[in-house]
T-cell receptor
Framework: GAVVSQHPSWVICKSGTSVKIECRSL??????MFWYRQFPKQSLMLMAT?????????EQGVEKDKFLINHASLTLSTLTVTSAHPEDSSFYIC????????????FGPGTRLTVT | RKEVEQDPGPFNVPEGATVAFNCTYS??????FFWYRQDCRKEPKLLMS???SGNEDGRFTAQLNRASQYISLLIRDSKLSDSATYLC????????????FGKGTHLIIQP
């Protein structure tokens, strides 16, 4: 149980374009989902907390207009990287918390974004 | 921001040995902790949750020392497949829903 899928697995795009990443909880409802970014040999850094039906909460230093988050249902959150630049190239991982359960988060397989 | 500190290693350990590593946390209000395992270029996977003084699951034992604010992870009879980065995790606190991850301890089990 507690399976989270993420699509696409990897994407290469040109500078200036926008990329949408989907995160789905497959066998549970997730009122709260999280988006992380991880650079090589670095720890996971929380970008934002996504709550179903409300605006996302962004961490300090994360541009909300650049990283658009939509959590329209209890099983789907999307992250759109707008006007991507090479410095946005990273491993983006989402996680979901089972509604009504503890603090455990279950991670999707991640999306590797390369901006050329 | 509350921090979680870990020794990055790497820890090189022969197969079959017992290995332990610690993690310290600064948010004294945290009630629950987690150990995640992350393989290279993969997502973290939940290994253990620690809600009270400790937890044991097969070869893995996690212990929590609230007075000293550290959590330990003990791996007995280590296997080659245990080679990974182990992430110590605590709730971010301060009303936030998220988790604060340590930088991870890199473990290498040698044949």
């Amino acid at each position: 149980g507690a399976v989270v899928s993420q699509h696409p697995s990897w994407v290469i795009c040109k500078s200036g374009t926008s990329v949408k990443i989907e995160c789905r909880s497959l066998d549970f409802q997730a009122t709260t989902m999280f988006w992380y970014r991880q650079f090589p040999k670095q720890s996971l850094m929380l970008m934002a907390t996504s709550n179903e039906g409300s605006k996302a909460t962004y961490e300090q230093g994360v541009e909300k207009d650049k990283f658009l988050i939509n959590h329209a249902s209890l099983t789907l959150s999307t992250l759109t990287v707008t006007s991507a630049h090479p410095e946005d190239s990273s491993f983006y991982i989402c996680s979901a918390r089972i509604t009504g359960a503890g603090y455990e988060q279950y991670f999707g397989p991640g999306t590797r974004l390369t901006v050329t | 921001r509350k921090e979680v500190e870990q020794d990055p290693g790497p820890f090189n350990v022969p197969e079959g040995a017992t290995v332990a590593f610690n993690c310290t946390y600064s948010n004294s209000a945290s009630q629950s902790f987690f150990w995640y395992r992350q393989d290279c270029r993969k997502e973290p996977k939940l290994l253990m949750s620690v809600y009270s003084s400790g937890n044991e699951d097969g070869r893995f034992t996690a212990q929590l020392n609230r007075a000293s604010q550290y959590i330990s992870l003990l791996i007995r009879d280590s296997k080659l497949s245990d080679s990974a980065t182990y992430l110590c995790v605590a709730p971010s606190g301060g009303g936030a829903d998220g988790l604060t991850f340590g930088k991870g301890t890199h473990l290498i089990i040698q044949p």
